[in-house]
């Protein structure tokens, strides 16, 4: 792996500790029988049932064991060593089947050879990948002839606002911006009690248009994009609300996506309507 995984390796390695102890994941409440996965990912996955699924950048596993709990046959790849410890524990905890592996997602095709009915990924993953030409081709040589790839993350868009110090959102950022990006935290967004070690990582911004003509020149071809007026956690602080379903909403009347998702099928399957 390149000298950016590694920084970022590490980073995974030690806030996924705090991760799992953390109320933000509910490890708890999923032992106790909670699914960690939201209407969303839920509606553009349909029936897993007997599906055999291949879950990208699944972290420790909780959205991974949530699809074994409805009958999926389901592998999560992550290349955090202790988050794969920690999924697999909490598996073995859980009494469910699935596998993981640990593996850098561009050199997945030296640990996987096999194809799937569904690959799927979700939520603050496509930041962590420099090339996304590369990823869409991974998928695509990941699924079996008609086979569905999912995607839901957080918009782009979201990363031109922030709250300045007066507590005032605005523009802060360029929409277009093909550099990588240095970034010191010393804590993590799942806790700001707790000091991390690792601070440094490198991570991207992608466009929409980045994302779809990835997936279309890998041969996938687009069967669904939406844009939510939602998401998933309090990007903006101050400016958010919460709502029974426990997504975020911007305060006043949306005026920005904050969510989408990205259903697509391989090329050799039958177009939706015949599926």
């Known amino acids: 792996m390149s000298d950016w995984a590694d920084w970022n390796r590490r980073r995974w390695n030690e806030i996924t500790e705090i991760h799992v102890r953390s109320p933000f994941y509910g490890v708890t409440e999923f032992l106790r029988g909670a699914s960690t996965l939201r209407s969303v990912e839920q509606g553009a996955l349909g029936d897993v049932r007997e599906r055999s699924l291949l879950h990208l950048q699944c972290h420790f596993g909780l959205d991974t064991l949530s699809l074994a709990r409805l009958g999926a046959r389901v592998t999560g790849v992550d290349f955090s060593e202790r988050a794969i410890g920690w999924a697999e524990r909490l598996r073995d905890e859980a009494g469910l089947q699935a596998r993981f592996v640990c593996a850098d997602l561009y050199e997945l095709d030296e640990a996987l050879d096999e194809t799937f009915d569904l690959v799927f990924t979700s939520y603050g993953v496509l ?24 995607l839901v993350e957080h918009h782009p868009i979201t990363n031109v606002y922030d709250v300045n110090a007066e507590g005032q959102l605005v523009r802060a950022y360029p929409y277009f911006n093909a550099e990588p990006i240095a970034c010191e935290s010393d804590r993590s967004y799942a806790d700001a009690d707790t000091p991390v070690q690792n601070t440094k990582t490198f991570q991207w911004d992608h466009t929409l248009a980045d994302v779809i003509n990835a997936l279309a020149g890998a041969g996938l071809r687009i069967e669904a994009l939406k844009e939510y007026p939602f998401m998933d956690y309090e990007r903006f602080p101050g400016w958010m609300v919460r709502d029974d379903e426990g997504w975020w909403h911007l305060r006043e009347r949306p005026f920005l996506p904050l969510l989408f998702s990205v259903e697509a099928v391989h090329q050799d399957g039958p177009p939706r309507g015949a599926r």
């Open 127 to 150: 930041c962590w990948l420099p090339d996304l030409a590369r990823w869409a081709a991974i998928i695509a040589r990941r699924l079996k002839p008609g086979g569905r790839f999912v």
